[in-house]
């Protein structure tokens, strides 16, 4: 079994004007909160990631953020270190939601955060993605289980999900006021299908 570089993403779905308003309470930073990954639910890469494997990573994520180098970059690059010309966002805070790891997440004034925030207040919906290097094996079913080996790097901002109807948006905008009907529509029918798995 050989280590690869695994990547994964989550959907954030936004839309336009709206993000200006939301600064005020953040002192002039754009915030977005939301899902990061998911524990034991097969994704659209037909992966599955154990609870106590996502909980041991989240323990281990907690230095970075604590110390403010919990960098993330715009797209995947198929590295297993993070480039500082490339960053676009840094993970401020972290917490679980049941099975869902949670993030609190300020998009920087770098050029690559400068991309990612016109993107959003363009109304671009923009996926998270979680990188680490690991292996995976079969399960029954087909599912590769992320194994014990698994070493997360970072999470980095995508234009394709991988998770069912996990969508971020900047914090404190009301998801009801910014997605339309046919896109609550869509996550709905995404969620029921996520967790029928």
Request: charged share 30%; glycine share 10%; aromatic share 6%.
């Amino acid at each position: 079994m050989s280590k690869m570089i695994l990547k994964e993403w989550l959907a954030w779905g936004q839309g336009s004007g709206f993000i200006m308003e939301d600064r005020g309470p953040n002192g002039g930073k754009l915030i977005l909160k939301g899902p990061m990954q998911r524990a034991n639910k097969e994704n659209q890469n037909k992966r599955i990631y154990p609870i106590k494997l996502l909980q041991r990573e989240f323990q281990n994520y907690e230095k970075p953020i604590r110390e403010g180098r919990a960098l993330g970059e715009l797209d995947h690059p198929d590295t297993s270190t993070v480039s500082l010309e490339k960053a676009s966002h840094v993970v401020r805070e972290q917490f679980w939601d049941g099975d869902t790891w949670m993030g609190r997440i300020e998009v920087l004034s770098t050029p690559c955060g400068r991309i990612l925030e016109n993107l959003l207040e363009s109304g671009v919906v923009v996926g998270i993605s979680s990188r680490g290097v690991g292996s995976t094996s079969k399960n029954e079913s087909g599912a590769d289980i992320v194994q014990d080996d698994f070493n997360l790097i970072c999470f980095d901002m995508v234009a394709e999900p991988s998770t069912h109807g996990a969508f971020m948006l900047p914090e404190g905008v009301d998801r009801g006021r910014i997605m339309s009907r046919p896109d609550r529509i869509f996550r709905a029918l995404n969620e029921i299908r996520g967790n029928r798995k």
